[in-house]
């Protein structure tokens, strides 16, 4: 086949061993160095260490012996929990709606201004 004057050249090859990928893997499990810094270092490319990573590295696997959670788990509890507060945030609100309409509470009668404004400051903008 002909080449095209305007191709950029097909990058080599690296071969690296079993025994230098797996280093490299302790290196970044241990956060002595990034993914970023190892491709940089040993000239591949993220994604060829992040792939040894998945195959050889075996962080997750201590971090759940260690009684840790993945950040999959923990991202997937904290959804969880969220959802749970606002669905107790949709019940506050309707009930000191009630008790305003019915009543004729207000929430300055109910509960002290420093705890107000602790509420105020926390709600979402």
């Known amino acids: 086949m002909f080449k095209k004057e305007n191709?950029?050249?097909?990058k080599k090859?690296?071969?690296?061993?079993?025994?230098?990928?797996?280093?490299?893997?302790?290196?970044?499990?241990?956060?002595q160095i990034s993914m970023?810094?190892?491709?940089?270092?040993?000239?591949?490319?993220?994604?060829?260490?992040?792939r040894w990573f998945q195959k050889l590295g075996n962080?997750?696997?201590?971090?759940?012996?260690m009684g840790g959670k993945s950040a999959q788990q923990e991202i997937k509890e904290l959804r969880a929990r969220l959802k749970e507060?606002?669905?107790?945030?949709?019940?506050?609100?309707?009930?000191?709606?009630v008790?305003?309409?019915?009543?004729?509470?207000?929430?300055?009668k109910l509960f002290p201004e420093p705890f107000l404004r602790f509420l105020k400051d926390?709600?979402?903008k």
């Open 99 to 108: 008790l305003e309409k019915d009543y004729g509470l207000s929430k300055k």
């Open 59 to 65: 962080f997750e696997k201590k971090l759940l012996q």
């Open 36 to 50: 970023n810094q190892a491709a940089k270092l040993h000239n591949v490319s993220r994604s060829s260490i992040q």
């Open 85 to 97: 507060y606002e669905a107790k945030e949709v019940i506050w609100e309707t009930t000191m709606a």
């Open 122 to 124: 926390t709600k979402r």
């Open 13 to 31: 090859a690296t071969i690296i061993s079993y025994a230098k990928k797996k280093e490299m893997i302790e290196a970044i499990e241990n956060g």
């Open 7 to 10: 191709q950029a050249p097909r």
